[in-house]
């Protein structure tokens, strides 16, 4: 069976702050648009980083995606940054 899974990293208008580089917020969202009319079946997900995001992106995130597409909110794991300086910087706790 197919399936499609794509991470989310924030709101439109702070994408490019979690991705680390300039983003077309309307690509992401053509993307979600193609994903979600794909008719297989398929998963959002979001790296919750403690520090990066806000409290508020926990609602506005699923907001952005069709209702009945599963969005997942997955924790920080500092072991596998490609970062290793910005380990401490940040809480792990979602």
Known sequence: MD???M??????????????V???????????GI???AGIPAMFRTTWVDGLH???E???IPAMLPPSMQHVFQPFRPENALRPDL???F????
Do not use: Q, W
Request: charged share 25%; glycine share 4%; net charge positive.
């Open 35 to 37: 994903i979600s009319r």
């Open 7 to 20: 991470d989310v990293k924030a709101t439109p208008e702070r994408y490019h702050i979690l991705a680390g």
């Open 87 to 89: 380990c401490g910087s």
């Open 3 to 5: 399936f499609i899974a």
């Open 91 to 94: 809480s792990t706790n979602s």
């Open 22 to 32: 300039p983003v077309e917020p309307a690509r992401i969202m053509s993307s979600i």
């Open 58 to 60: 926990r609602e506005l």
């Open 54 to 56: 806000r409290p508020e």
